[in-house]
């Protein structure tokens, strides 16, 4: 079994960053991509973010050129900067891992707050 832990959401202001860090653990070679997702209130889940083994990043067009997706293969860790944040990222962010057989795992979510 693979388990997510996420860490680093909060309130911050319009305009400032966050790091959101995710960290895998158990059975983390069955993990083909890492990525995240977010949920506003009254809102589906969406797609964010997704970095592939080989280190090649994904976005959605609404944060590409303000959020980076990276990983720390060594730890087991995949993180997402997110810059120039606006109210409209305001939302529960979820660590999300695409398994070799074809599962999902999530993990608890941390909120991120933007006060305009």
């Known amino acids: 079994q693979v388990q997510l832990v996420e860490s680093g959401g909060g309130l911050v202001q319009a305009g400032g960053s966050l790091r959101l860090s995710c960290a895998a653990s158990g059975s983390t070679f069955s993990i083909r991509l890492l990525g995240w997702y977010r949920q506003a209130p009254g809102s589906e889940r969406e797609f964010v973010a997704f970095?592939?083994?080989?280190?090649?990043?994904h976005y959605a067009a609404s944060v590409k050129g303000r959020f980076t997706i990276s990983a720390d293969n060594t730890k087991n860790t995949v993180y997402l900067q997110m810059n120039s944040l606006e109210p409209e990222d305001t939302a529960i962010y979820y660590c999300n891992a695409d398994l070799r057989t074809g599962f999902n795992i999530w993990g608890q979510g941390t909120q991120v707050t933007v006060s305009s």
């Open positions: 970095i592939t083994q080989s280190g090649s990043p």
